[in-house]
């Protein structure tokens, strides 16, 4: 049965190659598209994980404390008021030489030895409320050198969570944009099964005359669809991944 379903399904489309080629391009252009867009989608989440995780309001510690100092540790707890959680970065005055080390070999010998840099602590202000934040600023305001006002904090947040939303608003077209692709797909199919059926309709005929399993008579078409949509997505991918690796 199987031989003869796929022997069939290779005279179908061995009889119609003007439109068995045209439907191979019409789905490898449709799951290019796909993969593209999915593509972006992901490296967009990405972008905003990093740009989320990078997207910091910096408070330098006093020399007069640590972070080990009770009073930096109440601090700490505060915080949870704000909306944070566990998610604080702690750099202290020896990475930060090391950073400004490594951007300017030459600054060891401008500052003779010392390290001028305090402890500092990173705090995410994407999702947070930032009046929260502030208000445990003012209140532990003596263990910092020195604070950035809050309109300076407040604009820094509202231009990112304008770029969070571009973001968000690019990820929504394409994901509606990949939607509309994948209902294409099916419409493609469904016009090239209504195609077969019209231009072997005679075969199906033939088969309900004779009384044979509806396997033997739909079963090349479903096959050839199928077919079709396998030569069309190793095609894509096959370009895909070609572009992915030279571009």
């Not at 867009?37 to 408070?59: A, N």
């Not at 601090?75 to 400004?100: C, N, W």
């Not at 968000?168 to 797909?185: C, D, K, P, Q, R």
Request: aromatic fraction near 14%; charged fraction near 15%.
């Amino acid at each position: 049965m199987l031989r003869f379903i796929f022997r069939t399904s290779w005279k179908h489309m061995v009889r119609i190659p003007y439109a068995s080629g045209m439907v191979v391009f019409g789905f490898f252009v449709l799951f290019l598209t796909l993969f593209v867009g999915f593509s972006m989608i992901h490296l967009l989440e990405v972008q905003k994980w990093v740009l989320t995780d990078r997207f910091t309001y910096p408070l330098f510690i006093s020399n007069l404390y640590t972070f080990e100092s009770p009073r930096v540790k109440s601090f700490v707890e505060s915080l949870p008021r704000a909306g944070i959680h566990g998610s604080l970065h702690y750099v202290t005055k020896e990475q930060a030489l090391d950073q400004e080390i490594q951007k300017n070999p030459n600054i060891l010998s401008v500052l003779g030895g010392k390290n001028p840099l305090p402890d500092t602590i990173m705090i995410p202000l994407y999702g947070i409320d930032i009046t929260v934040l502030w208000k445990s600023i003012q209140e532990y305001r003596d263990i910092f050198d020195s604070v950035q006002s809050f309109d300076t904090m407040r604009t820094r947040l509202k231009k990112f969570e304008n770029a969070m939303d571009d973001i968000n608003h690019i990820v929504s077209v394409l994901g509606i944009f990949a939607g509309l692709t994948a209902l294409l797909m099916v419409v493609l199919v469904i016009a090239m099964i209504r195609y077969h059926i019209k231009v072997f309709h005679h075969e199906i005929i033939l088969g309900r005359l004779v009384g044979a399993d509806p396997v033997y008579f739909w079963g090349p078409h479903v096959l050839s669809i199928t077919i079709y949509m396998i030569l069309g997505f190793l095609s894509a991918l096959l370009i895909f991944v070609f572009l992915r690796a030279f571009l």
